[in-house]
Structures are given as structure tokens and as C-alpha cells.
């Protein structure tokens, strides 16, 4: 597995466009994208920190994976997504370490990405992202 790039830091929010406002007031970051990935349930926002990337997630269903986490944990860090050349082999060589994966296969997700999901209690804690752009073919 190659590692490209941290692709971009995710943060639940409860109000997408308050977070919005923040982010743009506060730290001058421009939000570029705002972007509903309907089958995970919810709605993101994408801002560029130079080659970084932060991803504001607001939950469209109380009952969704973002849902559920600010209701226990409440609002802020939710994962960090890695970029890698291939999210398939990647998670092959993963699990072949004993790392438990959450996607055992690529999914679609925001800004046309592929991605997977490591779970937190074989990283340390963390929730991981894996990405790749989905190639024009796909």
C-alpha cells in the first residue's frame, strides 16, 4: 500500500452552514463544495488548507453514522482520510496485518472518491479513511 497524501480531515458538525461561516470568518478558508452523499446520510462541506483537505459533515437522518456519533461523542474530529493509489488492494494488505475493516470493499463517496473505512479498534483509536479518485472509466 502506497499512502499518497493525508486526502483530508473530517469534522461532524450539528449546523453545516453555521460551520461554514466559521470556518470562512475565523480562518479565511473558502468552502469550495457542498455535497450530500445520500446512502451514508449525510451532508458535506469541503474546504482547502493547502494540500489538505477538511471535511465538515452534518448529519440528513439523527439516526446515520454522523447522527450517532455527535449524540455520544457531540460535535468535532470524526476521521482522517489517507489517499492511496488503489483502495481494493490496499484493503486486502490491511486485513492480511489482522487490521478489522469496516468496507471490505470500495464504496462511493463524496467529490467522486472510492473509499473504505479501517476500524477504529485496530488503529489506534482512530477512524480511517481510505480514498482514491474513481478513474473516468468507472
Do not use: W
Amino acid at each position: 500500500m502506497h499512502v499518497n497524501r493525508i486526502e483530508h480531515i473530517a469534522i461532524a458538525v450539528k449546523n453545516l452552514d453555521e460551520s461554514i461561516k466559521f470556518y470562512e470568518s475565523i480562518f479565511g478558508l473558502k468552502c469550495y463544495l457542498i455535497e450530500e452523499v445520500e446512502d451514508q446520510k449525510v451532508r458535506t462541506a469541503f474546504f482547502k488548507a493547502g494540500e489538505t483537505k477538511i471535511e465538515l459533515l452534518e448529519t440528513t437522518d439523527p439516526q446515520g453514522a454522523i447522527g450517532k456519533f455527535i449524540e455520544k461523542h457531540g460535535e468535532g474530529i470524526h476521521h482522517i482520510a489517507f489517499a492511496v493509489d488503489d483502495v481494493d488492494l490496499s484493503l486486502k494488505e490491511i486485513e492480511s496485518k489482522g487490521i478489522k475493516l469496516i468496507d471490505k470493499k470500495p464504496r462511493p463517496g463524496a467529490e467522486s472518491f472510492d473509499i473504505a473505512f479501517l476500524h477504529p479498534k485496530s488503529t489506534l483509536g482512530v477512524l480511517t479513511e481510505l480514498c482514491q479518485k474513481k478513474s473516468k472509466g468507472k
